[in-house]
């Protein structure tokens, strides 16, 4: 079982920036795939960007140039840092952990954490 804990949400006027945080508590965070999700009311749940156990990286189109997703495999730790915020990034940003084995899947969820851009 991996638990994950996400922080640094908040309040946010347009143009502002963010770092969301996702701390992970599995000693293998390191071969995991680890993702960031979204979800506004009334909305699905949607893929904003996530990064592979080897660095790479792909994004939603609505946030390319914008946002930025990082790792820190020796804090067990993946970032999102959020800049030029817009009113429409406003949802609640869920850390999401994923690994593929021949033998079965992994996927965990994080409790998620509000981030409201409004002036």
């Known amino acids: 079982q991996v638990q994950l804990v996400e922080s640094g949400g908040g309040l946010v006027q347009p143009g502002g920036s963010l770092r969301l945080s996702c701390a992970a508590s599995a000693s293998t965070f390191s071969i995991y795939v680890m993702g960031w999700y979204r979800q506004a009311p009334g909305k699905q749940r949607e893929l904003v960007a996530a990064?592979?156990?080897?660095?790479?990286?792909n994004y939603a189109d609505s946030v390319k140039g914008r946002f930025t997703i990082s790792r820190d495999n020796a804090k067990n730790t993946v970032y999102l840092q959020m800049n030029s915020l817009k009113p429409e990034d406003t949802a609640v940003y869920y850390c999401n952990a994923d690994l593929a084995l021949s033998t079965g899947g992994y996927n965990y969820w994080g409790q998620g954490t509000q981030v409201t851009v409004s002036s």
């Open positions: 990064i592979s156990s080897g660095g790479s990286t």
